[in-house]
């Protein structure tokens, strides 16, 4: 038995040992998914996280003046890119963990018709959207009511969101009546969960690729590497599409 304890203890020792902790940025659409994702990576390798929640344009500027993290899990697929360029990221190791929805959502389960009419019959006082010069999401909304011809009359009713979680609560708590959000935040079961929405059509706004990347304070880390190709398997990627996002 004490044999059997001693072995035990050398076995814990040797997993306690390899264990490291990686810094990880996540863009605030990516929330939800990432909390379950961390908790089986935790799981599966012993690896830990520890997780930032933000825009990835403000996360490009942290990151470009010194910030710690190791690893960056971005709302675009440009700003990894970029951060390689600038050898402030892991050249090789982009790519595209995700591919986002966008939706134009209210808390009201009536206001948001299936086709997004409301755009143009307007009867809403505030609109809220992500800052759409540091959140893609907030781009794409830019870009949809472009397309639709009703940017110049909504304009003055946006209210914006510092990320897409604000934008979110804006939304949610009744600042705004409505806004465009990532379908990541609304869905539950494979639809809206609450209130009213329309999942905006593809070609109505540029493809929302999500890149990860390791980034140069994470070169070599054992936590940043495995937690990339976590990302890749099957449990990561069960949990993305049930976010509602598509794989590549």
Excluded: C
């Amino acid at each position: 038995m004490k044999r059997l304890s001693t072995l035990i203890l050398s076995l814990l020792s040797i997993a306690t040992a390899h264990a490291d902790e990686v810094q990880v940025a996540v863009a605030a659409n990516f929330t939800g998914p990432m909390q379950v994702i961390s908790v089986l990576f935790e799981r599966d390798t012993g690896h830990k996280t520890n997780l930032s929640f933000g825009s990835t344009g403000k996360f490009y500027a942290q990151i470009a003046n010194g910030a710690p993290f190791q690893v960056l899990l971005a709302a675009d697929d440009e700003t990894p890119a970029k951060l390689v360029k600038e050898g402030n990221a892991v050249a090789g190791t982009p790519f595209t963990y995700a591919i986002g929805k966008l939706v134009l959502w209210s808390a009201d389960a009536k206001l948001v018709d299936a086709k997004g009419e409301v755009l143009k019959k307007g009867g809403f006082k505030h609109l809220s959207l992500a800052n759409p010069k540091t959140a893609p999401y907030g781009a794409a909304g830019m870009q949809v009511m472009s397309k639709l011809g009703v940017a110049d009359n909504i304009k003055p009713l946006i209210v914006q969101g510092e990320n897409i979680s604000q934008t979110h609560q804006f939304i949610s708590t009744g600042a705004a009546e409505l806004g465009f959000v990532a379908y990541s935040q609304v869905i539950k079961n494979g639809a809206v969960g609450s209130g009213s929405g329309w999942l905006v059509p593809g070609n109505l706004y540029d493809p929302i690729r999500q890149d990860a990347v390791i980034l140069a304070k994470g070169k070599d880390k054992p936590a940043a590497i495995a937690l990339m190709n976590f990302l890749k398997g099957e449990k990561a990627q069960a949990v993305i599409k049930s976010f509602g996002y598509e794989l590549r």
